[in-house]
């Protein structure tokens, strides 16, 4: 089964925003998948005003 779960960072421990029903110690795939637009603003500096929108 896949359900998209979005979770939280919090002190290096992922923490999901709404319930999840895994039994205790079950283990999971996880794909972690990131807001471009967050990761491209944090190298703006980097990459020049010019190539991100």
């Known amino acids: 089964m896949s359900k ?8 290096g ?3 999901p925003l709404e319930p ?3 039994d205790e ?4 795939l996880i ?3 990131r807001d471009i637009r967050k990761v491209l603003k944090k190298y703006r ?5 010019s ?3």
């Open 4 to 11: 998209v779960v979005k979770m939280r960072c919090e002190k």
């Open 13 to 15: 421990v992922l923490k």
């Open 20 to 22: 999840v029903d895994l």
């Open 25 to 28: 110690g079950e283990k999971v």
């Open 31 to 33: 794909t972690i998948k």
């Open 45 to 49: 500096g980097v990459l020049g005003k």
């Open 51 to 53: 190539s991100i929108k």
